[in-house]
């Protein structure tokens, strides 16, 4: 009576001589972070039933298979970006996982029920059971300085009518020129990639949704 297994786990030494006939009890004990499949062998009552009974009916060897639990590895996402490597995966496994920003977004870390577990993008480790992570991506910000010739001044506003404290990437922002008296408006002034930004470089008050660093001058 011997096992066979690629998941772990003990059972009933029954090893010995039997009478043609006799009834054996079998019992299979799985093992840590392992689970019983099946008996493999003739005689045996019930193959599916980790308690069951083997009838003697000559010289038999009878196997037990265990296999490992198969935990859920999660990835979800917070933010926007991609993440790579969730499955089905048995105690232990060494497994790689990704994430991967969306254009203009950075990845910051990755967290486990709210706190911090990995600060790398790419990250390997080992199967505890069923994890839950969280890809945790930021978008990026941007250095953005608007200035005014001589004429007038300017204001750039969020979207509460604010004066925004850091420059997000894709968030729409409005500027606005503020000419002096006897003086109009003429053009902002930057360069290709800051007109392509610009709802309109020659409206005086115009959207503005930044993807990169950019200098942009109200001209009067």
Do not use: C
Not at 4 to 33: R, V
Not at 59 to 76: D, K, N
Not at 77 to 94: D, I, Q, T, W
Not at 96 to 110: K, L, M, N, R, V
Request: glycine letters at 12%; a negative charge.
């Amino acid at each position: 009576h011997s096992q066979s297994s690629s998941g772990s786990g003990t059972i009933s030494d029954i090893n010995g001589s039997y009478a043609w006939g006799e009834e054996i009890t079998l019992s299979a004990n799985p093992g840590p972070n392992s689970y019983f499949i099946t008996w493999i062998g003739s005689g045996i009552t019930d193959a599916w039933n980790e308690n069951t009974t083997l009838t003697v009916d000559g010289a038999q060897t009878v196997y037990a298979q265990f296999e490992p639990i198969p935990y859920l590895l999660t990835l979800e996402v917070r933010g926007n970006g991609e993440v790579y490597g969730s499955g089905l995966f048995p105690f232990g496994e060494s497994v790689t996982i990704e994430a991967i920003p969306d254009y203009g977004h950075s990845f910051s870390h990755w967290e486990n029920n709210g706190s911090h577990y990995s600060s790398n993008a790419m990250e390997t480790l080992s199967i505890p059971g069923d994890l839950d992570l969280v890809a945790v991506f930021t978008r990026n910000t941007y250095q953005v300085l608007v200035g005014a010739e001589d004429g007038g001044s300017y204001e750039i506003l969020d979207a509460n009518g604010s004066t925004p404290q850091t420059i997000l990437h894709g968030v729409e922002y409005t500027l606005r020129s503020l000419p002096e008296k006897h003086f109009g408006f003429n053009s902002w002034v930057t360069t290709s990639a800051g007109i392509s930004m610009l709802g309109n470089q020659n409206f005086a008050e115009t959207s503005f949704i930044p993807t990169g660093d950019v200098n942009i001058t109200a001209s009067f």
